[in-house]
């Protein structure tokens, strides 16, 4: 995974193997409608009503390297579809954005949390960035966004999607997007996760998170900091950027949560777990701190990016779980 653009160089990690867990294949997707579904009206998406003798972009208990090309819109994506995927049962859809420098494949095989969220039964689609950026853009509006936008329409034409349980996730400035999207079409995503960033980027109205950080991060410091980042709305002042504590305090008073202190509970020696359910309807807010953590994704098996990796907890089954208490 890489790292956050100007808070350390890219994380020279080594390509990874390509997911063992699910057989791979490689597509295209070609369409042409450009609107967008949110979360109100119908839970299934279009996609419930294709012939069931229609052909799937990837098959159920695979995943797909698959391309888009949607008028102006075109790039590359993996999509892995559940082995029991059912046109009949809307399935959730999980974005997964990787961090500066990295690649689907790679983030992919690194954290496993396609594989292990097709196997809970979700849709999971780990995009490429599509600009000259060495990682995703800081902008919920922008040409990744736009992208993102096509593909959204594309699945749901083509995979029976419960529209009301569309999720962001991500890594390192693949969280920055996570959340700046989410926050730029609340109507349209149901709930965000974080790994090592959790700024509070734009949202108007309550949203549900699940963040996780590591005490150690040197990339995007958990403490408030002087490291200088092109990312809007966390400044301090003109000389420092907030911290995790300060961020969280920012999503706890977006999603109106009472009272503002947590209860927090103890996991393991490494991770403490932190969390405001008393929150606006719909909405919860829920933090792990790992200590000594650094900026890595926990439970990965593989080095991921800088520092420790706690093995006490699994982000994959954390995020998975969370997501799934929205469906």
């Known amino acids: 995974m890489g790292l956050l653009t100007l808070a350390l160089p890219v994380d020279p990690t080594p390509s990874a193997a390509a997911v063992a867990a699910v057989g791979t294949s490689t597509t295209t997707a070609t369409s042409t409608t450009t609107t967008t579904t949110g979360l109100t009206g119908s839970t299934g998406s279009t996609g419930c009503h294709r012939s069931a003798s229609a052909p799937l972009p990837v098959a159920p208990g695979r995943s797909g390297t698959l391309s888009l090309n ?89 995979y029976c999607v419960n529209q009301r349980a569309v999720f962001t996730s991500g890594f390192s400035s693949g969280a920055a997007f996570a959340i700046l999207y989410a926050c730029a079409h609340q109507s349209q995503i149901r709930a965000i996760a974080t790994v090592a960033v959790d700024y509070q980027l734009g949202c108007t109205r309550p949203e549900p998170l699940l963040a996780l950080h590591g005490t150690a991060d040197p990339a995007v410091t958990y403490q408030n900091n002087t490291i200088g980042s092109q990312l809007p709305g966390i400044k301090l002042d003109a000389n420092s950027v907030k911290g995790t504590v300060r961020n969280m305090a920012d999503w706890v008073k977006l999603d109106r949560c009472r009272p503002k202190t947590p209860t927090v509970t103890r996991i393991g020696s490494q991770v403490s777990r932190s969390r405001w359910l008393s929150c606006a309807p719909g909405t919860s807010v829920t933090f792990y701190t790992i200590s000594g953590g650094g900026h890595e994704w926990p439970g990965a098996k593989v080095t991921t990016g800088v520092g420790f990796t706690t093995q006490q907890i699994s982000a994959n089954t954390l995020i998975i779980n969370f997501f799934h208490s929205f469906t």
């Open 70 to 158: 949607q008028g102006t819109v075109t790039g590359t994506y993996a999509l892995t579809v559940p082995p029991t995927y059912n046109k009949n049962q809307p399935a959730p859809l999980i974005f997964l954005f990787h961090g500066d420098g990295d690649n689907p494949g790679d983030f992919s095989a690194k954290t496993n949390f396609p594989a292990q969220g097709a196997r809970a039964g979700d849709l999971v689609v780990v995009p490429q960035n599509q600009g000259p950026e060495v990682g995703f853009q800081y902008s919920g509006r922008g040409t990744d966004a736009t992208f993102v936008n096509s593909l959204i329409n594309a699945l749901m034409r083509s």
